[in-house]
């Protein structure tokens, strides 16, 4: 389904919501900032991630805005939320994972079924040569290098966790495919920059913009602070709007 059982959730009368313990307003550099976080219905494989904007976030635009959404919305669009019942990890996915820094905020590839998927997409050979040096840091005090060697692939996986929105709670949800290309067929239906976004309560980054002049270093400074939450809140969009 792409409709909750009760369909889509109201919009509230402004259209957008500010999540619990969030700030609406941030000022970065001088300037102010508003990140209007947006609800939408459940997204699935059965949706169209640019009909999804268009039906959500477009109506609410200004000019000036920016239209930031999360990388899981998008990579569940595209068929890359996958069952935990169908990965089958491997011996090694369930020796590496034992190595992994668990974290409040997402278990990333601490357990057998994400390690798994990251050797998948990243390759062993990728996998087993960012473990060596994560390894080598480790002894220098020093954490970061494994997913600076395995990269955004691997950054981007996401297991479920106690906080994870069903049907969610039982899926690995990979990176997006493309991520630059669907900001810029996004942008082209809306008519508004798009930037797709990996953020979290502990790091960010930028996945994919809808053109290359965006400053993605900026925009990480404007959602640092993970204005759409890491729960169950619900919103996989935003708008960013100077003040």
């Given at each position: 389904?792409?409709?909750?059982?009760?369909?889509a959730?109201?919009?509230?009368?402004?259209?957008?919501?500010?999540?619990?313990?969030k700030?609406?307003?941030?000022?970065?550099?001088?300037?102010?900032?508003?990140?209007?976080?947006?609800?939408?219905?459940?997204?699935?494989?059965?949706?169209d991630?640019?009909?999804?904007?268009e039906?959500?976030?477009?109506?609410?635009v200004?000019e000036?805005?920016?239209?930031?959404?999360t990388?899981?919305?998008?990579?569940?669009?595209?068929?890359?939320?996958?069952?935990l019942?169908?990965?089958?990890?491997?011996?090694?996915?369930?020796?590496?994972?034992r190595?992994?820094?668990?974290?409040?905020?997402?278990i990333g590839?601490?357990?057998?079924?994400?390690?798994?998927m990251?050797l998948?997409?990243?390759?062993?050979?990728?996998?087993?040569?960012a473990?060596?040096?994560?390894?080598?840091?480790?002894?220098?005090?020093?954490?970061g290098?494994?997913?600076?060697?395995a990269?955004?692939?691997?950054?981007?996986?996401?297991?479920?966790?106690?906080?994870?929105?069903?049907?969610?709670?039982?899926?690995?949800?990979?990176?997006?495919?493309k991520?630059?290309?669907?900001a810029?067929?996004?942008?082209?239906?809306?008519?508004?920059?798009?930037?797709i976004?990996?953020?979290?309560?502990?790091?960010?980054?930028?996945?994919?913009?809808?053109?290359?002049?965006?400053?993605?270093?900026?925009?990480?400074?404007?959602?640092?602070?993970?204005?759409?939450?890491?729960?169950?809140?619900?919103?996989?969009?935003?708008?960013?709007?100077?003040?």
């Amino acid at each position: 389904m792409s409709e909750l059982e009760n369909g889509a959730p109201e919009q509230p009368e402004q259209g957008y919501v500010v999540n619990p313990e969030k700030n609406e307003t941030i000022t970065v550099d001088g300037v102010t900032y508003r990140r209007l976080c947006i609800k939408t219905h459940v997204i699935t494989d059965q949706d169209d991630i640019c009909q999804v904007v268009e039906k959500y976030a477009a109506p609410l635009v200004q000019e000036g805005d920016i239209i930031f959404i999360t990388e899981k919305a998008v990579a569940c669009t595209q068929k890359r939320a996958i069952p935990l019942k169908d990965i089958h990890p491997r011996p090694l996915a369930r020796f590496l994972s034992r190595f992994v820094l668990r974290t409040p905020y997402g278990i990333g590839l601490a357990m057998p079924e994400t390690m798994e998927m990251a050797l998948q997409e990243c390759g062993t050979i990728r996998i087993l040569f960012a473990a060596a040096v994560s390894a080598v840091g480790k002894l220098f005090g020093i954490r970061g290098w494994f997913y600076n060697i395995a990269g955004y692939k691997a950054r981007s996986i996401d297991g479920p966790c106690d906080f994870t929105l069903p049907p969610y709670n039982h899926y690995v949800v990979l990176g997006p495919d493309k991520p630059d290309e669907v900001a810029r067929e996004i942008s082209q239906k809306v008519k508004t920059p798009v930037a797709i976004t990996d953020i979290n309560d502990l790091e960010g980054q930028i996945l994919g913009t809808s053109d290359k002049s965006m400053d993605r270093a900026l925009l990480c400074k404007i959602l640092k602070d993970n204005p759409l939450g890491q729960c169950s809140e619900q919103t996989p969009m935003g708008i960013i709007r100077k003040v």
